[in-house]
């Protein structure tokens, strides 16, 4: 981040339409872990290098068409040439290559326990979270958290496109492939939120296709994930009552999950804590009553192809009742 | 004046002449329309030579012609669709058409004329599209090229003989109602049972029926007979019809039926969180006990996307899109011979 602020110092003005990307959740140039702090580091060294060379060579044309113009002797001549066109070249990729090549494994530094794998849908992401010596895994989706100061496995398929996921602030991406299983680690340490992005052109919907993750202490997490773990809350209200009803009688439970009830469906998100994720639909919406509502009616005005149906036939109350009862979700 | 100048002015002239000519034919009247002296010899001639030909060069190929064209419940379904919709013009075996339709020009052939020197894959055609200027009609729904098959099943039959003794049995009226002549205690097992669907279902299907929302040539022809006024009542009586008692000698439903009817796949969404116990919505109906061969070609239709129906009709396609073959067998199979619930047992 330090960068960017003092880039940004330099003119009040023009840079922070410039810099617009430097900030917010989804920068890499804002590492909140050691993958991204790594790639961070590298851009920064590879950024100020060039920097510097450019002014070298400059400063050269520079000095030897205005400042000296004389002859130099061959001898002279060559030096310069072999120097600062072989050897230094030479030097400079020679040890940025070195450098990359030993740094490449701790992207795939193997975990501390934790294994999340990640299946790219057709728009979403299917999560799976596998704490250690788990027999079945604590599934949720379209948000991703992560444990702060530990290495977290990411074990990545895709359903029938090549996806990719990526969270900038986090590190690097990896390419999610149907049929095979990719693997990406990351360790990330500062707490907070990030978000992440499908970065592979996949269909329709590929822009819409976000997730948030969440980096929380580790105490914090297990609480969490223990929470995750349970079974859904049951309906309080007579409007969460009926909005249950209706997510059962207009079959909901045939794709989607929610445990602790009879929806036991695969297809689709599982919605057992809806209400505790940061965001709807992957990333596009939040998880609150307008919003569920006008997914819930719309599904393919808002994201073009998506699997589930619009269900434009339920009116305005009976959407409100289904949105407060997925608002319960907690 | 060149030679090729007066050919121009020649040809140009007698385009004149022919068109004015034929103006004259069609807006002064000309032309006797009148069917009273029939078409001359070389007229009906070429029409009919052009009609065999055709049919010939597009009937489908041979091997699309199912293997269950014998099946009795396929020849029943025809002859009783026969019966209504196009008995008037061909008249059933044995029998002749009645005076005005004879007057026809051309005249619609008698049945077992019709038959006689078509195979199977040509009187499919020939029934679905209709045969333009003669009067016989296409099949009155898109895409239904399926349903075609127990007509022409009825009409192989005729061809190998059926006689007017067979035809008075396979299309007896049931004292039910005209519906039940196919639904009811008689019914064909080919046609679907009725009293395991809601009224709200029924009317929903009716309603798809008669503005086309959902094609099917016998059962669009079927619903205009009936007055629209009437459907709602015509629910209610349809769903509490008692169907025929079947004996299917079931093909023991596949093992993985029942997993996919209960929780569904990462691509299946599980059939029963519909069309379960458990779910009271009306307009979603109930499977089990349903007819075998029904429920099959359903499950093909949705999943090709012929299929239409009521507003949740969208979700049938999302939910059959992945079967195989194999499964919606399987799935038919099993929701056949899953019990019929008790419909007034709350639970």
């Known amino acids: ?330 | 004046m060149s030679r090729l100048r007066v050919i121009a002015v020649t040809l140009a002239a007698a385009a004149g002449i022919a068109a004015l000519a034929g103006a004259a034919v069609v807006f002064l009247g000309l032309y006797n329309t009148s069917a009273k002296s029939g078409h001359w010899a070389i007229t009906g001639w070429v029409l009919h030579t052009t009609f065999e030909n055709a049919v010939e060069l597009r009937a489908p190929p041979p091997k699309a012609v199912p293997d269950d064209l014998e099946d009795p419940a396929l020849i029943e379904l025809g002859a009783r669709h026969f019966d209504s919709a196009c008995r008037m013009c061909h008249a059933s075996p044995g029998q002749v058409a009645g005076a005005t339709v004879r007057a026809m020009v051309p005249p619609p052939p008698q049945i077992e004329r019709a038959t006689a020197n078509w195979q199977p894959a040509e009187m499919h055609w020939i029934v679905e599209q209709g045969v333009k200027m003669s009067g016989m009609p296409a099949w009155p729904a898109e895409g239904r090229g399926d349903e075609v098959w127990a007509v022409v099943a009825f009409l192989s039959a005729v061809k190998r003989g059926l006689g007017p003794a067979d035809y008075a049995t396979l299309t007896e009226p049931s004292p039910q109602g005209y519906c039940a002549g196919c639904h009811g205690r008689q019914g064909t097992v080919r046609a679907p049972r009725l009293d395991i669907l809601s009224p709200e279902y029924i009317a929903t299907a009716l309603r798809a029926y008669r503005t086309g929302a959902r094609p099917s040539g016998i059962m669009a022809h079927a619903i205009s007979q009936v007055d629209p006024a009437a459907d709602a009542r015509l629910a209610a009586d349809l769903s509490d019809l008692p169907p025929a008692p079947r004996d299917e000698n079931g093909q023991a439903p596949a093992a993985d039926a029942e997993a996919i009817a209960r929780t569904g796949s990462i691509d299946i969404p599980a059939c029963l969180s519909c069309h379960g116990p458990g779910n009271r919505n009306p307009l979603i109906p109930s499977l089990d006990g349903q007819v075998r061969a029904y429920l099959e070609q359903q499950l093909f239709l949705w999943r090709d996307g012929r299929r239409g129906g009521g507003a949740r009709a969208v979700l049938m396609h999302e939910a059959a899109d992945a079967l195989t073959d194999v499964q919606i067998r399987a799935l038919a199979a099993y929701f056949a011979e899953r019990g019929v619930p008790d419909r007034n047992d709350p639970e």
């Open chain 1, 1 to 330: 981040m330090s960068i960017c602020r003092r880039i940004r110092a330099l003119h009040p003005v023009a840079l922070p339409l410039l810099l617009g990307g430097c900030d917010g959740p989804q920068s890499a140039l804002r590492p909140g872990g050691q993958d991204a702090a790594q790639l961070y580091l590298l851009f920064v060294v590879m950024l100020v290098g060039a920097v510097v060379l450019w002014l070298a060579l400059n400063g050269l044309f520079f000095y030897f068409t205005r400042v000296n113009q004389q002859q130099f002797s061959l001898r002279h001549g060559n030096r310069i040439i072999i120097g600062a066109g072989v050897i230094l070249p030479t030097v400079v990729v020679g040890s940025l290559l070195a450098w990359g090549l030993s740094i490449m494994p701790s992207q795939r530094a193997p975990g501390d326990g934790l294994v999340i794998r990640v299946t790219g849908e057709e728009w979403w992401w299917r999560v799976e979270y596998w704490p250690p010596g788990a027999d079945a895994p604590i599934v949720s989706a379209n948000e991703i958290r992560f444990p702060a100061g530990s290495r977290t496995e990411l074990r990545l398929t895709a359903r029938t496109y090549i996806h990719s996921l990526w969270i900038p602030s986090l590190g690097g991406k990896m390419d999610m492939i149907p049929g095979r299983e990719t693997v990406l680690t990351l360790h990330p340490d500062l707490e907070g939120f990030y978000r992440g992005q499908c970065a592979e052109f996949c269909g329709a919907s590929h822009a819409m296709m976000a997730f948030e993750s969440v980096v929380m202490a580790p105490d914090d997490f297990d609480a969490w994930l223990a929470h995750e773990a349970a079974p859904a809350s049951r309906p309080q209200t007579p409007m969460q009552v009926r909005g249950q009803d209706i997510f059962r009688d207009e079959g909901c439970g045939a794709c989607h999950a929610i445990r602790g009830t009879e929806f036991t469906g695969s297809v689709g998100p599982d919605l057992t804590h809806l209400a505790s994720r940061h965001s709807l639909a992957a990333g596009i919406m939040e998880v609150e009553r307008d919003d569920l509502m006008r997914w819930i009616a719309h599904t393919r005005d808002i994201k073009p192809q998506v699997a589930m149906p619009p269900y434009d036939w339920l009116d305005a109350e009976e959407l409100a009742a289904l949105a407060a009862y997925l608002e319960s979700l907690e």
